[in-house]
């Protein structure tokens, strides 16, 4: 059974630097790609960005000035760097694993979630 | 403002059939993107439901289906229960924006 756990900071202030680390137990963690994604109340859930075992990245328009995913497959953990923090980055982040052989993506099993707020 | 549409709530009683609609433009679900589907109870983790044509992960009851035509799509839950009771989210891509996938603002399903 796959499961995906996840941890990091959740109270951070404006122009600071967010990130969350995902740990992926259970099955392979190569041959898939892996993703983050983030909830808020006003705007729902938001597709962040995918990386795979080899660094390969993809990363929404919008934030990708501001966005690093990284893998670390010694340890089969993917991590979420955010630059820049304002109240709008201010959600519920989960790590996920995404499937699928072409568009749509979808993603099948996710962590449990971080609640992350930027305040100052 | 996302880019998929869903009504903020719907309800029904036990027993009953309700569906969930989830509307779109011609750069995504109208496209021919699939769309998936995916159950959220409050507090936790989105989890998936319907994928690909009508595709149930292993546990998920077939009294969930999923349809599309034109630029829409619907889940509809049959014989209502009580743990059906959640927030779901439609899912498909959008060639006009990339990346991996744009989802709807999700639907709060009450079982009355």
């Known amino acids: 059974q796959v499961q995906l756990q996840q941890w990091g900071a959740g109270l951070l202030k404006p122009s600071e630097t967010l990130s969350l680390t995902c740990a992926v137990y259970g099955g392979s963690f190569s041959g898939y790609f892996w993703t983050w994604i983030r909830q808020t109340p006003g705007k729902g859930l938001e597709w962040i960005g995918d990386i795979n075992q080899s660094g390969s990245t993809i990363y929404k328009p919008s934030l990708r000035s501001r966005v690093t995913i990284s893998v670390d497959t010694s340890n089969n953990q993917f991590s979420l760097k955010l630059t820049a923090l304002t109240a709008a980055d201010t959600a519920v982040y989960y790590c996920?694993?995404?499937?699928?052989?072409?568009?749509?993506?979808?993603?099948?099993?996710w962590g449990q979630g971080t609640v992350v707020s930027v305040s100052s | 403002q996302s880019v998929l549409t869903q009504p903020p709530s719907v309800s029904g009683a036990p027993g009953q059939r309700v569906t969930i609609s989830c509307t779109g433009s011609?750069?995504?679900?109208?496209?021919?993107?699939?769309v998936h589907w995916y159950q959220q109870v409050t507090g936790t983790a989105p989890k998936l439901l319907i994928f690909?044509?009508?595709n149930r992960p292993s546990g998920v009851p077939d009294r969930f289906s999923g349809s599309k035509s034109g630029t829409s799509a619907s889940l509809a839950i049959s014989g209502l229960q009580a743990e059906d009771e959640a927030d779901y989210h439609c899912q498909s891509y959008d060639r006009s924006l990339g990346g991996s996938g744009v989802f709807g603002g999700g639907t709060k399903l009450t079982v009355l």
């Open positions: 996920a694993r995404r499937r699928g052989n072409s568009y749509p993506y979808y993603f099948d099993y």
């Open positions: 011609s750069s995504n679900i109208g496209a021919g993107y699939d």
């Open positions: 690909g044509h009508n």
